[in-house]
């Protein structure tokens, strides 16, 4: 790297007798000598790489932490199921009596298929999932599928400071999305004020380079030096906080990271060189730049999620609590009336099988048919709310830019949906093996006990795994045309003012 | 519209300088067509702001009615019914949106709005609502609290910057000074100047939340206290831009140059607003941990194994039978003249309620130890000391949570016991067949939920808005001193 300028300038020097030498070449090699002995840029580029490797280390101890958390509700599984099966087993050989209550025994299909037996269901950590916590801390980290109500398992949420989630954490996607760009911005705020300011600018106007390759090179150095530092602490962090990262498709999501880091950075320098090309001095170019982040970073994205909110409210979760409610108190009522029927037809005959029993299941059934219809309309118009703002997404690269490294952590909107999708599916095939039980009357065997339905962590569809890529895919094209625009512009205006 | 300096004084009408330097930075404010535009995005940023509040508050309190309403209907709909079995269906206790969440929602959407009040369990509070929203939700909600807190300081940044460094470039420093202003009457103007316009917006601020509360047509009617907890908010909000405004003019006063002024104050803007809070939340989760939902729940269960719950078999349950047998002088339960099955829920479930007060109590004094240790530096990176100020006067921090978390658990043991003690009055032994009328059902209320007075919510602050002051106090002693003694090349 060091000995690039020299040979840049060696190659510079007689530029007037070669017009091929490259002036985007010379000034990047003259930007670097001069790059070299800046502690301002040394500075910048020590912090980013300070807090990239923070993020790292804080993302890994978040790691752990759902891992531990996952471990002790497989452990709570294991001793549950256990407790079952050896009650069931000392039943069967006839060493205990079977409890009295129908929700303690182990052979009542129903009562275990919606406490005692719930199964455990959870996302596994993508390769990548140290980089960004997007959603993966507002959804509970395992979820214990039961055949009750879906809503009684699918919103009992983990334990957590709400104010710790109204802030967010320090993950790599903050130092990326926020971080990194106002260091860009530092770096390359006065690249062409700065030259103005110190008088340097006539010496480069004298020469015969285009102004605009000049500021390219010179950029190229400043803002390249940056994303270049930023990319390799991400991956040295990676390799030594968390080598899985490289693993299991990991390579991919990494190069594909690479990428995005790259042009978001070529976006901001592009915004730099942008306000530039106006002429103005550095201090109107600062206050400028920072404006335009705080318009991107800030401004926008909560514009967006206020004008989402308002045309497509998110739905009360109240409704489907009352029309759950409602069902139950239906159900019951039906069920009043039929055992009421009975006994005035039959007086002498004693109610068939567990009545406590066949009242849960009945209860259970219809309230999960309402709480399911209900769901189904919440989540459409959840869908709504957040195709708008995918829509107006497009305007704001760093919400492109954050929503594609949360896709490339595995904790984007896709990857959750499929995830609950899937929950959804597991629920229905839990239900069916239980309530099919229950419905005929059939004890729970230890044969059952083995053949409980098992979630699937990793049966993710490529379907979800292609509507991924192609939403990274989507919002890097989106700041790569960007990035592509804006320089296009400046380049035109600056060429145009000579 | 302001007189050249001097011009009085040639007319024999001393001249107040600080009044001078405060007109003359005024008009430079009016002149320029940047602070204008400034002014007005800002404007209109805390406008939108209110609107969208507004529309979102009234659709949470129309939604929170419906609830109400929805869930009463169900409970009274029950019919004839076991009290216990009625206990069992319960009700929801709905959190209402407080009309100050206008001004910052705070932890609302992040704490969940229902809980479940269900016999012999005290359940978490559920459905966060910020689990419906987009990604790009957590990047930033546009609300009178976000402009206040991270575009205002910004602007007073941008006010104070070049105060004297900017003067000291034009050349025009040494030339004020040797006409004999002192340089604190420059720093008393210049801040003065910049002051009004923070203040003068911050104010405007405070009239359009007044008018948002009073266009919000709430079942929850405007408290007394609001007024009490509007002047809590002007005055974290107003020690915070003055602070950065003082600090933006001593760093003017002493730095090099106007650019390096900013970038130095903008480093600090951008540590205090964004990094700080983040890097709070990790270093208190780690000095301070919580348990996950599984620990929480499995030593919930733990204790409560000692409770005998449904069990007959339980052996606290037989020793309670004995006690309750030799208290009423008989042998057999049937023999008791109340029944047996209403007292022992009602042993039992006041022995549950020992154990959730235990443990909800630790959980929630856990997270505010974890709340107060956020806001410790607070005097050094204010935003970490006004977050919790304007959730609390907003009425939508932990602490309030937790309010309304307790109120909802004193009416679930008040079902509790009135089911029991129907069971107890009017319930035969050995008959599992009884049923209380409907009528029963009405007689239980309905939860209605009182948000704590302004003094509670003061009461709560009292380290934080301390902390505000300390930090807005050094920044103008910090300004003072640098004033003194400007750099002047």
Request: proline share 5%; with cysteine.
């Amino acid at each position: 790297m060091k000995t690039t300028p020299a040979t840049t300038l060696e190659r510079a020097e007689p530029r007037i007798d070669r017009p091929r030498t490259s002036p985007f070449r010379a000034a990047m090699g003259c930007e670097w000598r001069l790059a070299r002995d800046d502690f301002a840029w040394w500075a910048a580029v020590a912090l980013l790489v300070g807090c990239v490797a923070y993020a790292i280390q804080e993302g890994r101890a978040r790691i752990d932490a759902r891992a531990r958390a996952l471990a002790e509700a497989a452990l709570d599984e294991e001793r549950r199921l256990g407790a079952l099966t050896v009650l069931l087993g000392r039943i069967d050989r006839g060493e205990e009596k079977a409890p009295a209550a129908p929700y303690r025994d182990p052979r009542n299909a129903i009562y275990v298929g919606r406490g005692q037996g719930a199964a455990l269901a959870h996302l596994p950590d993508a390769p990548l999932a140290i980089a960004a916590v997007g959603l993966s801390d507002l959804y509970p980290q395992v979820l214990k599928v039961s055949a009750g109500i879906r809503d009684g398992f699918l919103f009992a949420d983990e334990i957590a400071n709400p104010a710790g989630l109204l802030h967010g954490g320090f993950d790599l996607a903050f130092v990326l999305v926020s971080l990194y760009p106002m260091l860009l911005l530092a770096v390359c705020y006065n690249v062409l004020s700065g030259e103005r300011e110190q008088g340097t600018l006539a010496l480069l106007a004298a020469s015969s380079a285009p102004l605009a390759r000049v500021l390219l090179g010179k950029l190229a150095v400043r803002a390249g030096g940056l994303t270049a530092a930023a990319i390799v602490a991400a991956w040295v962090g990676l390799a030594l906080a968390h080598p899985s990262s490289f693993r299991g498709g990991g390579l991919m999501r990494l190069t594909a990271f690479t990428g995005a880091v790259a042009l978001y950075g070529a976006f901001w320098t592009a915004l730099a060189l942008f306000v530039n090309s106006f002429r103005r001095d550095s201090a109107f170019n600062a206050v400028a730049l920072v404006m335009a982040w705080v318009v991107l970073l800030l401004v926008a994205p909560a514009t967006i999620n206020a004008a989402a909110q308002v045309l497509y409210p998110a739905p009360a979760r109240s409704e489907m609590i009352e029309e759950v409610r409602a069902a139950s108190v239906d159900a019951e009522r039906d069920l009043d009336a039929a055992e009421a029927r009975y006994r005035e037809e039959h007086a002498e005959a004693k109610p068939a099988g567990d009545g406590r029993s066949r009242r849960t299941l009945e209860v259970t059934i219809a309230a999960d048919a309402r709480a399911d219809e209900v769901l189904a309309r919440q989540e459409a118009r959840i869908r709504e709310q957040r195709a708008l703002c995918d829509r107006l997404a497009f305007l704001a690269p760093p919400i492109m830019f954050h929503d594609a490294l949360a896709e490339l952590a595995g904790n984007g909107h896709t990857r959750w949906d499929d995830y609950l999708a899937r929950v959804a599916d597991f629920h229905e095939t839990w239900k069916s093996f239980f309530v099919d039980r229950a419905g005929r009357d059939a004890r729970l065997t230890a044969d059952d006990y083995a053949h409980f339905p098992r979630f699937d962590p990793d049966a993710s569809g490529p379907a979800s795994a292609d509507a991924s890529a192609r939403r990274v895919a989507a919002s890097l094209a989106s700041i790569a045309l960007a990035a592509v625009v804006l320089f296009a512009w400046s380049t035109r205006r600056l060429a145009r003012a000579g | 519209m302001t007189r050249p300096a001097g011009s009085t004084a040639e007319l024999g009408v001393p001249v107040n300088p600080i009044a001078t330097v405060a007109r003359k930075e005024w008009l430079d404010v009016r002149r320029d067509s940047r602070w204008r535009a400034l002014v007005v995005v800002t404007l209109l940023l805390m406008l939108a702001s209110l609107a969208t509040g507004l529309a979102q508050i009234r659709r949470l309190e129309a939604e929170h009615r419906a609830a109400e309403q929805g869930d009463r209907r169900a409970w009274t709909a029950q019919g004839a019914k076991n009290p216990h079995s009625a206990a069992h269906f319960g009700q929801y206790a709905f959190k209402p949106a407080g009309p100050l969440a206008l001004a910052d929602p705070g932890v609302d959407a992040y704490a969940g709005n229902a809980a479940y009040l269900e016999a012999h369990k005290q359940n978490e509070v559920q459905f966060r609502a910020a689990r419906d929203a987009t990604l790009a939700a957590r990047m930033g909600r546009l609300t009178p609290a976000f402009v206040l807190q991270t575009v205002m300081p910004l602007m007073a940044l941008l006010l104070g910057f070049s105060a004297f460094s900017g003067e000291r470039e034009k050349g025009t420093l040494p030339q004020l000074l040797s006409l004999g202003v002192r340089p604190t009457h420059l720093l008393l103007g210049k801040g003065l100047a910049g002051a009004g316009v923070l203040l003068g917006l911050l104010a405007l601020a405070c009239v359009g939340l007044a008018a948002g509360l009073r266009a919000i047509p709430s079942g929850h009617e405007a408290q007394a206290g609001d007024g009490l907890r509007t002047a809590g908010l002007f005055l974290a909000y107003a020690l915070y831009l003055v602070g950065f405004l003082a600090l933006a003019l001593a760093v003017s006063a002493r730095a090099p140059s106007s650019r390096s002024a900013l970038v130095g104050l903008l480093g600090f803007w951008l540590v205090n607003t964004f990094v700080a809070p983040r890097l709070a939340t990790d270093v208190v989760d780690e000095a301070l941990p919580l348990p996950t939902a599984q620990a929480f729940r499995d030593a919930v269960a733990a204790d409560k194994r000692a409770l005998f719950g449904h069990d007959e078999t339980h052996p606290g349950f037989v020793a309670f039978r004995d006690r309750v047998l030799a208290r009423y002088g008989v042998k057999r339960v049937e023999d008791l003249p109340v029944s047996f099955r209403g007292l022992s829920l009602r042993e039992d479930d006041e022995a549950g309620y020992r154990i959730f007060d235990r443990h909800f109590g630790r959980l929630e004094a856990e997270i505010e130890r974890q709340d107060a240790l956020r806001s410790l530096p607070g005097f050094l990176f204010p935003m970490l000391a006004l977050q919790p100020v304007s959730m609390a006067m907003a009425g939508t921090d932990n602490r309030h949570h937790h309010h309304f978390v307790r109120a909802a658990e004193a009416h679930r043991r008040a079902i509790q016991t009135a089911a029991s003690q129907d069971l107890i009055d009017h319930a035969r032994n050995g008959d599992e067949s009884y049923v209380a009328p409907a009528s029963l059902w009405d007689a239980i209320p309905a939860f209605h939920y009182e948000r704590p007075g302004a003094a509670w919510a003061w009461r709560g602050q009292a380290a934080n808005l301390a902390s505000l002051a300390a930090w807005s106090s050094a920044c103008c002693l910090l300004a003072w001193a640098a004033a003194r003694r400007p750099r002047l090349s």
